[in-house]
Structures are given as structure tokens and as C-alpha cells.
């Protein structure tokens, strides 16, 4: 099946920081969102980009679906913004999650 | 409001048990869907329903059932073959299957006595 790779693994930021996640993947996909999670566990939808470039406030994603990556961008990072961000990708059915980058962002 | 909700929020079961976790949408979904996540790690697909009387297994299914009689619900069954049940269980819904953003439910964390 698809193999979905995130990085960084983990990453500790300082408030008002921007970042950069990277999300790999194997082969052609019809469907690429970024997720939120929560402390709460609530995973909270960023963005369905199975291709081209989106922003949302501080939030932007570029996916280059020919070269089979994804990137998420965080500007002006802020304590909220901690958690994991999960890329998932869909082929013919349902989602298949990378591993997730786990976010601190400290004050 | 639209949505998808999801009970209980935390449930309990003793060993040798089978726990049905209950997950609703409201958003005229035709697709929906069922994951697990363990600590750490990402979500993994243990069944998908693209429309009403219809379902089928993901990649984890082993010791799980659901049943999709309306098009609003599609509960989970965690039977006792399943061997490790405990988890943080997620229910997802999307207009279509494949090409629609998926919605996900707050979910539900199941732990095994």
C-alpha cells in the first residue's frame, strides 16, 4: 500500500517562530489533507490540498502532487498552535495517516 | 449544528466483553468511517461504509463489526477476539468516498480492565 512519511518526527519552537512540515508520499493520490490534533484528541481539519497552493491566516500548504510531497507552513507561531499535525492521503478508499510531527510551541 | 458526534467519550470494558461504540453524522454524508490510534502513532482504517447496507473492511478489522442500517449511523462493535482493544477510536464521515474531505468525530478512548 501508499507509504506516507512525515518530518520532522518532533519539533520545539519559540513563540512567533515560522516552521516548515514535510509530508512524503509513494504514490498518485485523489485526496491529501493536513490535520490538527488537539491535546483533546480532536482531530481538526487544516486543509484538503490534493494539489496546488491554499492558504488560512497564518496557515499555508503547497502540494506538488508530480513529485509526490506536501508541505504545511506555520507563520508567526503561537502556544495554540501545539500538537501533532497528521498529512493523510487517499488512493482508492479511505485516509492512510503518516505518523504525525509532534509541535511544541513554547512562550 | 452539523456534525458528528460520538459515544461515550470514555469507555471502560473488563476482558472477555463486547462494547459497541456509537457514532452519529448529521452532515447528508454518504461515506463514513472507522479508525484507530494508538499512543503515538498515526490513525489506521479498521472499516468504511460507502453508502447505507454497505461496508467494508480496512486494514485492521480483525475482532471489529459494524453494521450500517441509516445513513446518519454506523456503530462499532469491539468484540472480545479483538486482543488489544485498547485504543482512541475515531468515526469520520465524507460526502464521497475517496476524493471528499473527511470529518472526524471527537472520538472515543476504550480501555481494556
Known amino acids: 500500500g501508499i507509504q506516507v512519511e512525515q518530518s520532522p518526527p518532533d519539533l520545539i519552537l519559540q513563540e512567533g517562530a515560522n516552521s516548515t512540515l514535510r509530508c512524503n508520499f509513494s504514490?498518485?493520490?485523489?485526496?491529501l489533507q493536513w490535520f490538527h490534533q488537539n491535546p483533546w484528541g480532536q482531530l481538526i481539519n487544516l486543509f484538503y490540498i490534493p494539489s496546488g497552493t491554499k492558504q488560512n491566516g497564518r496557515l499555508s500548504a503547497t502540494t506538488v502532487a508530480t513529485e509526490r510531497y506536501s508541505l504545511l507552513y506555520i507563520s508567526s507561531s503561537q502556544t495554540t498552535d501545539s500538537g501533532v499535525y497528521f498529512c493523510?492521503?487517499?488512493?482508492?478508499?479511505?485516509?492512510?495517516f503518516g505518523s504525525g510531527t509532534r509541535l511544541q510551541v513554547q512562550p | 449544528d452539523g456534525g458528528i458526534t460520538q459515544s461515550p467519550k470514555y469507555l471502560f470494558r473488563k476482558e472477555g466483553q463486547n462494547v459497541t461504540l456509537s457514532c452519529e453524522q448529521n452532515l447528508n454524508h454518504d461515506a463514513m468511517y472507522w479508525y484507530r490510534q494508538d499512543p503515538g502513532q498515526g490513525l489506521r482504517l479498521i472499516y468504511y461504509s460507502q453508502i447505507v447496507n454497505d461496508f467494508q473492511k480496512g486494514d485492521i478489522a480483525e475482532g471489529y463489526s459494524v453494521s450500517r442500517e441509516k445513513k446518519e449511523s454506523f456503530p462499532l462493535t469491539v468484540t472480545s477476539a479483538q486482543k488489544n482493544p485498547t485504543a482512541f477510536y475515531l468515526c469520520?464521515?465524507?460526502?464521497?468516498?475517496?476524493?471528499?474531505?473527511?470529518?472526524f468525530g471527537p472520538g472515543t478512548r476504550l480501555t481494556v480492565l
Open positions: 469520520a464521515s465524507s460526502g464521497r468516498i475517496s476524493t471528499d474531505t473527511q470529518y
Open positions: 493523510a492521503v487517499v488512493v482508492r478508499r479511505a485516509l492512510t
Open positions: 504514490d498518485s493520490v485523489n485526496n
